[in-house]
Antibody, heavy 120, light 106 residues
Framework: EVQLVESGGGLVQPGRSLRLSCAAS????????MHWVRQAPGKGLEWVSG????????VYADSVKGRFTISRDNTNYSLYLQMNSLTTEDTALYYC?????????????WGQGILVTVSS | SYVLTQPLSVSVSPGQTASITCSGD??????ASWYQQKPGQSPVLVIF???SRPSGIPERFSGSTSGNTATLTISGIQPMDEADYYC?????????FGGGTKLTVL
């Protein structure tokens, strides 16, 4: 059974940094692309970033480009999102998502999400 | 930037058929996926590659695409189908979600 467990969220002041982690299990992690998707309170889904199976390609939404960095550790079955220069607009539930393919495809499995609140 | 447009809400009575549309420029040339999200839960993939169902998704869920519009069709609507539904497509090296449609079962 695929399991994706996010951690590292919490309350942070504007301008500060936070690093999210996602522990994956139940599948061959290094065969699949991974993504982060967020959902602001009461709002819709917003794709944030994706990384190919081998970390060879990373892509970002315009809203986070230059501030967020996605990375992965295939040895430890982990996905990360380094978030810098946070603003109140980044407040959201962040989901770790397993792709159905080794690059950008359907989002097959989702974690339970981790809340990030940016506030002074 | 690429935009996918969905109706805000769709209402249907139990047993009837619901159709949720998703419009985007040249959407028919991309693969659309659909996700169901119930309150307090994570999204679930219900349709991918326009009309394929992941294992475990009932046959009542189907998808189609024509021109600039993708459609999610749910037949024999049940109260458990009440949820938010999002379409999604890839545009070059980015992923875009529609704004979501709230499906209400009357």
């Amino acid at each position: 059974e695929v399991q994706l467990v996010e951690s590292g969220g919490g309350l942070v002041q504007p301008g500060r940094s936070l690093r999210l982690s996602c522990a994956a299990s139940g599948f061959n992690f290094d065969d699949y692309a991974m993504h982060w998707v967020r959902q602001a309170p009461g709002k819709g889904l917003e794709w944030v970033s994706g990384i190919s199976w081998d970390s060879g390609t990373t892509v970002y939404a315009d809203s986070v480009k230059g501030r967020f960095t996605i990375s992965r550790d295939n040895t430890n079955y982990s996905l990360y999102l380094q978030m810098n220069s946070l603003t109140t607009e980044d407040t959201a539930l962040y989901y770790c998502v397993k792709d159905r393919t080794d690059w950008i495809g359907p989002f097959e499995s989702w974690g339970q999400g981790i809340l990030v609140t940016v506030s002074s | 930037s690429y935009v996918l447009t969905q109706p805000l809400s769709v209402s249907v009575s139990p047993g009837q058929t619901a159709s949720i549309t998703c419009s985007g420029d040249k959407l028919g040339q991309k693969f659309a996926s659909w996700y169901q999200q119930k309150p307090g839960q994570s999204p679930v993939l219900v349709i991918f590659r326009d009309n394929s169902r992941p294992s475990g998704i009932p046959e009542r869920f189907s998808g189609s695409t024509s021109g600039n519009t993708a459609t999610l069709t749910i037949s024999g609507i049940q109260p458990m189908d009440e949820a938010d539904y999002y379409c999604q497509a890839r545009d070059s090296l980015t992923v875009v979600f529609g704004g979501g449609t709230k499906l209400t079962v009357l």
